[in-house]
Each structure stands twice: as structure tokens, then as C-alpha cells.
């Protein structure tokens, strides 16, 4: 629809004027009118519509867009018939949906509905969990890091990562919605093999509610990452559950594509930010929810397997297993828990540094 070099620009730059319009906004909100008055979110609604379709109808071409132009070729061959479908491949869901959709739309078409399944269960988990507020969660979503190269890079496990949001929304809840978790899980699994590591890390945070011997093994995985990295990344390596994993862990030839390898202490400082909100809320603060528990337990523990991998090539795609629950996390006690006497600025203040984060690297990358 548009010059491909301009999406992000035009992306980064509206979701930084939202932020600023949401923060001057939240400047004179009191704890109790933040958590108990609810707010329209017409106005965010539409913007996800419109984003929704300008990303989903982008250009196939040109390097801006990542595997784009990968999945747009297996695509048409699909379409052509030099590749066929195997009922018996490595993730079949997303290559069944592919072959299927190959013979009745076009990929620009088929592009449009992975976005709608991207970002669609984002915003019901946000109107689900937080609905008073879930405009401002809606928000904390898009100035999310990862949330754009996920729409339009790893479109894949985009997609599985937000079947795996909307599996934690349904976990908690009555034996129906623990089912429809569960069929969600089998879906996301079945289009990305990685999403086994958030699930299981579900599990285990929906049976283990201690937070604070959550966090001591995040503290403690970073001390391993730090001494016996290498015996861990090949320790993983060897499990062979994906081979993508080992092709990662294994490949240095495009570690030119990032600013630098090893221990990303960059990365670990952003990954922080929603543990250091967890410890101030529930160990200093002594305030109790369940919900944001399991939410918080699951994403320390996601994490923490990442930092144990931090060496690896593309290890920002590991990352990308923890960071989609990034701003969920972060948005959940600002939203619904009372934290502070003017928990609206303060909120609108983290929100800032929340989308400010990705502004930056934007621009250090350019």
C-alpha cells in the first residue's frame, strides 16, 4: 500500500504521539480513578484495525520486512505445486493452513489474515484482563520491542506466541476455559515448535505460585549463562525437539546482524524491568493477586532459559519467548493493582519509558 521503508517510521512515530497524548492524560489520574473507572478505547481500536490491514496488505518484496518475502515463496509454491503439502511435517498446522489457503486467496490476502491472528488475541487478553484500562494495555502492547518485527519477521511465531497470550488468559478460569488453554497450546505448538518452552513454563507456574524462589532462579541462570554458558547452549542444543534450536545455537555466520554477541547485558537489563515491577509489588509491597503471580512466574521462567542461551546466534529470537508476554506483565499490576497514591502518572511515566525503549533502538539501529 505503501513504500516499504516508510512502515516503521510512520509505525514508530504514531505509537510514540498515542503515548504522549496517553501520558499528559494520565498526569492527573488518582490510584482510585485508574483502577475503577473504566475507559473508551474507540480510538485504539481503530488504529489496531487500520494497522491490521495497512501490515497485513504490505509490500512482498524488499528487506524491511524480513521472511516476508521466505514465506511468500513457499507460498506460491504451494499455489504452483512444486512444493506439497506432508501431513506428517514439523509443525504442520501453519503448512496445512498454508497449502489449504494457497488455493483460494492470494498471499496478500493470506498475509492479512496472519496479522488478524496476530494481533487479535492481543487485544481480546487485554480486554479480558485488564478491561477497565484496556486501551492503555492495548498501548503498552505496540510499544512493545518486539511487537513489530513479529507482525511482519517471524510472522510464525508471532502468531503462536499470541495463541499462547490468549492460553494464559484461559488458564485460571473454570474447566471449560482450562480445555480451550489446552487446544490453544496444541495450535501453537503445531505452528511454532518453540512455543514448548512458554508452555511449559505455564505449566509449571500455574502448579509453583512461590515468586520469590521464581526470581532466585532467574538470578541464578544468569550466574550459569556467566560460567558454563557453552555447556548449556549444547546441552540444549543436543535435545533436538527443534531443529531450528540447534541451527540458532550453532550458526555465527550472521552474527553480523547485530550490534554485538555474548552476554547481551543490553538485553538483560530490558528483560528486568517487568521482574524488578514484580519484586517491588508482591515481595516489597506485599500485594496479592493470583493472576499476576502465574503471569509474572511464567514469564521470570521464559527468561530464564533465555539467559542461559544469551550467546547464541539469534538469541533475541529465544528472547521473543518471553518478550511477548513483556508488556502484558508490565501492564497487569499498573493497571489493576494499587501500587501508589498517583499510580497514573507513575504509569504513564513507565509507559513512556516503555515505548521510548523501542524508539531507541530504532534509532540506533538506523
Known sequence: MFPAQYYYPVFIYSVLLLSIVQYLS??????????????????????????????????????YFGDTANYAHTYYGYQQGWILYKPDSSEWLFNWVMSKASQIMSVQSFFLIVEVCYVVPMLWVCKHLLSRNAGIAILF?????????????????????????LALSFITGVKKEKIIAGILCFCAYNIHHSTALPILCMIIAYFYRNTRMVMY?????????LVAGGIVESFFAGLGFDDRLSGYINNHQDDDYFSSTGFRWDFLLYSVMPIWLGWYVIIKKKIINQNYKFLLNTYILCNAFWIMLIRASFSNRFAYLSWFMYPLVLAYPLLTLPIWKDQGKKTGMILMAHVLFTYGMWLIKG
Do not use: E, H
Not at 30 to 57: E, H, N
Not at 217 to 225: A, E, K, T, V
Open 141 to 165: 502492547c505496540l510499544g512493545a520491542f518486539s511487537f513489530f518485527s513479529y507482525a511482519t519477521n517471524g510472522i510464525r511465531n508471532g502468531m503462536a506466541c499470541s495463541l499462547i497470550l
Open 26 to 63: 494520565l498526569q492527573s489520574v488518582s490510584q482510585d480513578t485508574l483502577l475503577s473507572v473504566k475507559k473508551g478505547m474507540r480510538g485504539i481500536m481503530v488504529y489496531c484495525i487500520a494497522f491490521i490491514v495497512i501490515v497485513g496488505l504490505r509490500p512482498i518484496n524488499g528487506y
Open 217 to 225: 532462579f532467574w538470578l541464578f541462570s544468569i550466574l550459569i549463562s
